[in-house]
């Protein structure tokens, strides 16, 4: 089985000083591309995934780049540093605060717009779904989850945008306890959705042991370059 680390990112920022947890420098960000390049790791889409399998299994040095939120920080910071990399992304969409700002957070940083979201290359960035409210899914009955995926349907629909669909849980949150756990899982396949990312902060082997718990590797903006190569190399490092 192959390995295959999962980087999540947040918002994008010009500056070293505000460099810090979900926040990662324009720089830094060059940095830890640079070193996937020179280092010969290829990356991939999850629509490319299908195409490997147990009996087809998926290149070494492979590995997966996604970012949360669609801040337009991405667009304007991390989407040309991927282009001059040739490296491809996933971006994950929380459709209700689409061309408004992160309300859930700061409240201040701005998110893409359904036009700025469209300008983006799809052979380089690919669109997700981060939920509707943005809300933690474990906290949330079959109901009210089953309402938020209409809402982030129906918002799909009418603003006709090519959403793969992966889902990034907000916050990294789901149900961990059965019927619940059950339940979550079985709305998921019900709506279509092949993946659905956690955090865990471990590398994954590929095929996934389940594919609605795929881990994701935590990157920080005040991580130095030898942490970047230890998560990628290991995850959640018994040392970090």
């Known amino acids: 089985m192959a390995r295959l680390p999962i980087l999540m990112y947040h918002h994008v920022c010009k500056d ?37 399998s147990k009996s087809k299994p998926l290149p070494s040095k492979m590995v997966i780049i996604t970012f949360d939120d669609v801040y337009v920080s991405q667009l304007e910071l ?5 282009i001059k990399y040739k490296l491809k992304a996933s971006f994950f969409i929380p459709f209700k605060y689409v061309d408004g700002v992160d309300s859930w957070n700061t409240n201040e940083e701005k998110i893409m717009s359904v036009n700025q979201l469209n ?11 981060h939920s509707f409210h943005h809300k933690k899914y474990n906290e949330l009955s079959i109901s009210e989850i089953e309402a938020d ?13 090519p959403i793969q669909p992966v889902l990034a849980y907000p916050y990294g949150k789901f149900p961990r306890k059965n019927p619940e756990q059950d339940d979550f899982f079985k709305t998921l396949k019900k ?28 990157i920080k903006g005040e991580d130095s370059l030898m942490m970047f190569k230890l998560k990628l190399k290991f995850g959640k490092f018994p040392l970090l």
């Open 16 to 52: 070293q000083k505000h460099s810090k947890s979900l926040t990662i420098a324009a720089d830094t960000l060059e940095e830890q591309f640079k070193y996937l390049v020179d280092n010969n790791y290829k990356t991939i889409h999850f629509s490319e995934l299908k195409t490997y």
């Open 78 to 82: 991390a989407y040309p540093l991927l």
């Open 119 to 129: 300008s983006m290359n799809s052979d380089v960035i690919e669109l997700g779904l």
């Open 149 to 161: 995926f209409e809402a982030s349907e129906d918002f799909i629909s009418k603003n006709k945008l």
């Open 191 to 218: 709506h279509h959705i092949d993946y659905g990312l956690r955090i865990g902060n471990r590398v994954n082997n590929f095929p996934f042991k389940d594919n609605y718990q795929v881990q994701r590797i935590d």
